[in-house]
T-cell receptor, first 112, second 113 residues
Framework: DVKVTQSSRYLVKRTGEKVFLECVQD?????MFWYRQDPGLGLRLIYF???????EKGDIPEGYSVSREKKERFSLILESASTNQTSMYLC???????????FGPGTRLTVT | GENVEQHPSTLSVQEGDSAVIKCTYS??????FPWYKQELGKRPQLIID?????GEKKDQRIAVTLNKTAKHFSLHITETQPEDSAVYFC????????????FGKGTKLSVIP
């Protein structure tokens, strides 16, 4: 049974703070993804990684960075949080060459 | 890049009726089309997918059809039940390597008992 876990379910941060969101998967998946989900906008890809230390920009990378030092862990970093980054953040993982993505439970981030 | 349009944004049906959700995509190189279901407060989960070498795929009460020429694909749910109530997302991918997905904006389906 695939498990994707995220470090927090709810997070409240102040404008300008540096924010770390962590995602861990236990299925030895090569690919990991970070999305943000906003009402009426669906899921939008922020960054993804296909291997340790490798990363690719998604559709909305501005204001975010990522880190993947170990295969099972993928971190999303907000260097200086802003109110327009208030959102639900979803992590996902998948096996290389396979389409199905397994999602984490999400982190609802509020920036005040 | 790829653009996926999904319609309708909301859909209400009576229990037992059928529901159809439609998506169009822009990149003719896309060849993998999954559908995800997200129940309230839960994570999205894959319910069915189709590849471009197939025109239709069924799994019990759900089916997906693909028209490559028109670049659109649809989700069909028959004999709807209250537990089908959720937000459904379509997506498209070029199906290579990391299978990066571009999602539609979602359809909120409500099944009225």
């Amino acid at each position: 049974d695939v498990k994707v876990t995220q470090s927090s379910r709810y997070l409240v941060k102040r404008t300008g703070e540096k924010v770390f969101l962590e995602c861990v998967q236990d299925m030895d998946h090569e690919n990991m993804f970070w999305y943000r989900q906003d009402p009426g906008l669906g899921l939008r890809l922020i960054y993804f990684s296909y291997d340790v230390k490798m990363k690719e920009k998604g559709d909305i990378p501005e204001g975010y960075s990522v880190s993947r030092e170990k295969k099972e862990r993928f971190s999303l970093i907000l260097e200086s949080a802003s109110t327009n980054q208030t959102s639900m953040y979803l992590c996902a993982s998948s096996r290389q060459g396979a389409g199905e993505q397994y999602f984490g439970p999400g982190t609802r981030l509020t920036v005040t | 890049g790829e653009n996926v349009e999904q319609h309708p944004s909301t859909l209400s049906v009576q229990e037992g009726d059928s529901a159809v959700i439609k998506c169009t995509y822009s990149d003719s190189a896309s060849n993998y089309f999954p559908w995800y279901k997200q129940e309230l407060g839960k994570r999205p989960q894959l319910i069915i997918d189709i590849r471009s070498n197939v025109g239709e795929k069924k799994d019990q009460r759900i089916a997906v059809t693909l028209n490559k020429t028109a670049k659109h694909f649809s989700l069909h749910i028959t004999e709807t039940q209250p537990e089908d109530s959720a937000v459904y997302f379509c997506a498209a991918s070029k199906g290579a390597g990391s299978y990066q997905l571009t999602f539609g904006k979602g359809t909120k389906l409500s099944v009225i008992p």
